[in-house]
């Protein structure tokens, strides 16, 4: 089975960081990145705040908002619920399925263990949970 491991090039449609509109609780957000980032606040203001930023502007304020209740409970739930949204464009969906039956993992080298996947040289093998990735799997089983 080939593997999709980074979400760059052609397969840069499955970054949060891809511009593509989500709406999300009555807010339409620029990027799945800038959704899931408000998406950890329940104060309205807040969130409308994440209308018009960048996705790195987006993931760096995201770690300073204050965090609605019980958020580590929820956020991979979030997640996929953001992730559902963005692939409800016809287009977009239709790439995903495409991508079948690939498993995709999200490679990075910034460090994220818990939504992707680091190479450790030292231990010479990838790590990590790969959260998004299982959930891009589990949208697109949910589209074919």
């Known amino acids: ?3 999709i491991w980074q979400f760059q090039g052609s397969n840069r ?13 009555g807010l339409i957000y620029p990027t799945a990145e800038n959704a899931y980032q408000a998406a950890k606040s ?3 203001a807040v969130r409308r705040f994440f ?3 960048s996705p790195g502007e987006a ?9 609605r ?7 991979v739930q979030v997640m996929e619920q953001i992730v ?5 464009d016809e287009g977009l969906a239709k790439m995903l399925v495409d991508t079948y039956p690939q498993k995709m993992v999200e490679g990075n080298t910034w460090g994220d263990k818990f939504w992707g996947m680091v190479y450790s040289a030292k231990e010479m093998k990838w790590e990590g949970e790969n959260n998004l990735g299982k959930i891009l799997m589990r949208v697109r089983k949910s589209l074919l």
């Open 1 to 3: 089975m080939s593997i």
């Open 13 to 25: 449609f499955l970054s949060n960081f891809y511009p593509a509109y989500v709406e999300y609780e």
């Open 42 to 44: 329940l104060h309205p």
């Open 51 to 53: 209308l018009t930023i």
């Open 59 to 67: 993931k760096k304020l995201g770690q300073k908002v204050p965090l």
């Open 69 to 75: 209740p019980f958020w580590d409970e929820t956020k």
């Open 84 to 88: 559902t949204l963005k692939f409800e």
